[in-house]
């Protein structure tokens, strides 16, 4: 008895010290989005602040994740790289391939002759501005130039000359960066001109268009893309008037490793291509390769033998065409 009466004696607990009651199931599901809840479910769902959206890729560099998979710089033959620094904003390259290159036939046969050139090259390297030149010794001459002209707006020029007539091309880019989208102007020689513009509508998808006209050839077109990415995936879509549908997936397993996946149909030749690649990136060597539905299988490896030097292996193989290409390089210099 004594018992009974000190517990009903004693004061009742600090409503203060007493813990807050548990959301229903039900009331969780049915709340809104974007709606704060006292307590310990806080931010059902992150607020997105629509005039603050991240600036986008350039539409150009969209597919820029797959295509380090699916598009590493094969190359057939010997290829000897070395470039030295002047100082902090200029170097020197001097570049040497020993190879073959395939001479176009009606043919299903793959004909192909021997070639060498010896390439010398100039780097300028500055925050505001960047020259690269390229001499070969077929007298090929390549040249780009990126310079800000404000913090928003860059002109950008590719050009390339040779000494066979209506064979030179030059462009003409100027690239606006804008808070939550980008746009680019491009002119170039054969009465090119085009223009493409991609916008952020979420904080993990953006969309864009893009519209050319060839004078000469009385051809012009009309396309839109679509990216979604996230930390752990990226994924692009792209359709032009042209025909061509592009579809592109990449999956970051982890820091070091990426998968990466591509469709491609062409509608005016009905070619239907698929491919799966591959990033690995280990800790003296990075190793990317691709298998598609041709039956073409290829790999890439930079191995890192010391500082400043790399060796570089090559193999590409089209098991239908019995074409089988391999190349061995070497890289000196920062």
């Known amino acids: 008895m004594g018992s009974s009466v000190s517990h009903a004696g004693a004061p009742p607990p600090s409503p203060a010290a007493a813990p807050p009651p548990p959301i229903p199931v039900g009331l ?8 704060e809840v006292q307590g310990d479910a806080k931010g059902v769902s992150e607020k997105v602040d629509w005039l603050n959206l991240p600036c986008p890729v350039a539409f150009e560099e969209i597919q820029r994740e797959a295509l380090m998979s699916l598009k590493p710089e094969l190359f057939e033959g010997l290829r000897f790289d070395f470039t030295k620094g002047i100082n902090q904003t200029f170097a020197l390259s001097h570049s040497v391939f020993m190879g073959s290159m ?7 046969d793959i004909i192909k002759v021997p070639t060498a050139h010896y390439e010398f090259g100039a780097n300028f390297l500055d925050p505001k501005m960047m020259l690269i030149g390229r001499i070969l010794t077929d007298g090929r001459l390549n040249a780009r130039v990126k310079c800000d002209l404000t913090d928003n707006l860059t002109l950008k020029i590719n050009a390339q000359l040779t000494n066979e007539p209506h064979f030179s091309q030059g462009m003409f880019n100027f690239d606006y960066k804008g808070q939550d989208f980008r746009s680019q102007f491009q002119i170039g020689n054969n009465a090119f001109y085009g223009a493409n513009y991609i916008q952020s509508v979420s904080p993990h ?13 009385r051809k012009s077109g009309i396309g839109f893309a679509a990216r979604y990415n996230t930390d752990k995936m990226v994924t692009t879509g792209q359709v032009a008037s042209t025909g061509i549908v592009a579809l592109s997936y990449v999956q970051k397993v982890s820091e070091k490793v990426s998968l990466a996946s591509e469709f491609m149909y062409n509608h005016m030749t009905r070619d239907v291509t698929s491919s799966f690649g591959y990033d690995y990136i280990l800790r003296q060597c990075r190793l990317r390769g691709k298998l598609d539905s041709n039956g073409v299988v290829a790999a890439f490896l930079e191995e890192r033998l010391n500082m400043g030097v790399n060796l570089l292996l090559s193999a590409e193989i089209d098991h239908s065409k019995k074409d089988y290409k391999f190349g061995f390089g070497m890289t000196v210099g920062e």
């Open 28 to 35: 969780a599901a049915a709340l809104p989005p974007n709606t």
């Open 205 to 217: 998808l953006s969309l864009g268009s893009e519209v050319f006209w060839l004078g000469h050839q």
């Open 102 to 108: 395939e001479v176009p036939s009606q043919s299903s």
